[in-house]
């Protein structure tokens, strides 16, 4: 059977014909529109994402960094490798890149917020990942906390900052140093230069630990007279005031050696 004595295929095959011209109208329009100057990137328009601020990112920087390393037109730009470009930029933790017609580009931006100076030297942000930017740009504000750990425990010890800043509040003490060491026992310095011996997460919940202690240290503060130099936690049924003349100055924080005769042990 001829196809053409068919009306129905005729006219199924008219309309296909028709649509292939059509889209290569347009795929031939648009090539010819993405040539054109006027779709050539003009702007970059530079952005906090909602809620955040922004007070390290320098737009002037942004905009360099995408004229330098990425080409193309409104309609041929990746954004993908936009995005990526971007967040090599020193404290740019996040972006999102949009297109607005005809020729501009909006880069929204989510800073680090800087927790803390890691011991490798790069920072910490708030959600426990590692980042390097201007420590003195980051100290803006002052000195920042310093955190340790082995490799991956980032997180970790920022969520032990967090716990333990809620947990010594009633002694108006505030953490400036936590450590985990590679055998896992858990250290801190606080404010005034007392350093806690926390130990590891075997027995007594660290977070009980540390409560027994803030309950019990004004009244042992005030029969002593003087403050604690290095507080030990890691007993069972209470801790052990120590002096740093017992472990000595050089001794590491966690992994200080300690001398049983010497403690002055509240039950």
Same mark, same amino acid.
């Given at each position: 059977m001829n196809p053409w004595h068919s009306p129905r295929l005729a006219n199924a095959l008219a309309r296909m014909l028709s649509a292939a011209v059509v889209l290569a109208l347009l795929a031939t329009v648009v090539s010819w529109a993405a040539r054109r100057d006027v779709f050539d990137l003009r702007?970059?328009?530079?952005?906090?994402?909602?809620?955040?601020?922004?007070?390290?990112?320098s737009e002037s920087l942004l905009r360099a960094t995408i004229a330098q390393r990425i080409h193309g037109s409104f309609f041929s730009i990746n954004l993908e490798e936009v995005r990526a470009v971007i967040e090599t930029v020193p404290w740019v933790r996040r972006a999102q890149v949009r297109r607005v017609w005809p020729n501009r580009l909006v880069v929204a931006i989510e800073e680090h917020r800087p927790l803390a100076?890691?011991?490798?030297?790069?920072?910490?942000?708030?959600?426990?990942?590692?980042?390097s930017a201007n420590l003195d740009e980051a100290e803006e504000d002052g000195a920042l906390p310093q955190f340790g750990g082995p490799k991956d425990s980032e997180s970790a010890v920022v969520r032990r900052?967090?716990? !333990? &800043?809620? +947990?010594?509040?009633?002694?108006? /003490?505030? @953490?400036? %140093?936590?450590?985990?060491?590679?055998?896992h026992a858990w250290s801190a310095q606080l404010d005034d230069g007392t350093r806690l011996m926390i130990g590891r997460e075997q027995g007594l919940a660290l977070a009980d630990r540390i409560r027994r202690w803030v309950a019990a240290y004004?009244?042992?503060?005030?029969?002593?007279?003087?403050?604690?130099?290095?507080?030990?936690?890691?007993?069972?049924?209470?801790?052990? !005031? &120590?002096? +740093?003349?017992?472990?000595?100055? /050089?001794? @590491?924080? %966690?992994?200080?050696?300690?001398?049983?005769?010497?403690?002055?042990?509240?039950?």
């Open positions: 702007l970059v328009r530079v952005e906090a994402v909602a809620g955040h601020k922004l007070r390290q990112s100076l890691w011991e490798d030297g790069r920072l910490v942000n708030t959600y426990g990942e590692l980042f900052y967090a716990e !333990l &800043r809620d +947990l010594l509040a009633p002694l108006g /003490a505030v @953490p400036v %140093a936590v450590n985990l060491s590679a055998r004004p009244a042992v503060k005030a029969q002593l007279n003087r403050r604690a130099e290095v507080v030990d936690l890691r007993y069972p049924n209470g801790f052990a !005031l &120590r002096s +740093l003349s017992v472990l000595g100055d /050089a001794a @590491p924080l %966690a992994d200080a050696s300690v001398n049983p005769a010497s403690n002055r042990t509240v039950e």
